[in-house]
């Protein structure tokens, strides 16, 4: 039995950005307003399918649901992104830390399965546009939207719980701009073995199911396409989910850069500039995506104008 004296860390440091002197400021301007087009732009989206009565259908509904996941991953992460880049580092308290991974963790499950759920809706909408009212009702399209975010908040919260039951005892100083799960786990002179295997299950169910899920639709979308004798037919078929194949792409290729590269002999400012376009601007991308690619959320935007 290990006899020494631990003394629990009650606060966590966060170093931030550090060697930017010369741009502090350009880099809290800019974050700032992609910080403000993000929610704003987010909002709108939100706001012209609540309005707009042609954008009443399960597809733009599931876009809201995306568009709520990237307003907590923003504001989950870019305010003390803002108050590290201010202060040269930012003390947060240990809980305080273990709630932003939880916040960060749940809106990024929320968004893998959303785009799983919305890669379906558009597999039937295409490959069986029949049948797609009597299956896409709205008692199970519902279920699905609960059913992810239920799953999202479950899932990681059981990771969050682990991560508290562990001892951490110095040091308390994170090299990065928020708590990621990664660099909290360095800090813990416990067994971590069990929480890092609840991770690993854990992105199987809210990362690798959804993933195949997407690809298996899109799949039996683009076969549908190829199958269509008229160029002008295959346009508008693809057309239809253009603007979701997209963000599909942007979502799964961050995440891959990320988490799946090893990145060993990678310095720490790649990787912090890399999750800071995972983090800050991917959200700001989705609604832009949709707006300049979707001609539903433009017709909508025109008529609110």
């Not at 010369?22 to 800019?30: A, G, T």
Request: some cysteine.
């Amino acid at each position: 039995m290990d006899e020494r004296n631990y003394t629990s860390v009650k606060e966590i440091f966060l170093l931030g950005f550090t060697n930017i002197q010369n741009f502090k400021i350009p880099l809290f301007i800019l974050l700032l307003v992609v910080y403000c087009v993000t929610i704003c732009g987010n909002l709108l989206i939100i706001a012209l399918v609540s309005m707009s009565r042609t954008l009443h259908t399960p597809m733009y509904f599931f876009l809201t649901q995306l568009s709520i996941s990237d307003i907590l991953l923003t504001t989950d992460i870019v305010p003390n992104t803002l108050a590290c880049i201010t202060s040269d580092g930012l003390i947060m308290s240990f809980s305080s830390c273990i709630t932003q991974f939880y916040i960060f963790g749940f809106s990024e499950s929320i968004e893998c399965l959303i785009l799983a759920v919305m890669a379906y809706d558009r597999y039937l909408a295409i490959c069986n546009p029949l049948r797609y009212a009597t299956i896409m009702t709205f008692a199970l399209f519902l279920k699905m939207i609960l059913l992810s975010w239920f799953l999202g908040a479950s899932l990681i919260l059981v990771t969050t719980l682990s991560l508290f039951g562990l001892e951490f005892c110095g040091p308390n100083i994170i090299d990065h701009f928020f708590c990621d799960f990664a660099p909290i786990i360095q800090l813990s002179c416990s067994e971590t073995l069990t929480v890092e295997m609840e991770v690993f299950y854990m992105s199987v169910l809210v990362m690798i199911l959804p993933s195949v899920m997407t690809v298996t639709s899109y799949g039996c979308i683009v076969n549908t396409i190829l199958s269509l004798s008229s160029d002008i037919q295959r346009k508008k078929v693809f057309s239809t989910c253009s603007s979701h194949l997209t963000v599909v792409c942007l979502f799964y290729g961050t995440l891959i850069t990320i988490y799946m590269i090893p990145t060993k002999g990678v310095s720490l400012t790649i990787n912090k500039v890399v999750s800071l376009f995972y983090t800050v601007v991917t959200p700001l991308l989705n609604p832009i995506i949709y707006s300049l690619r979707n001609k539903d959320i433009k017709e909508a935007f025109r008529k609110l104008i």
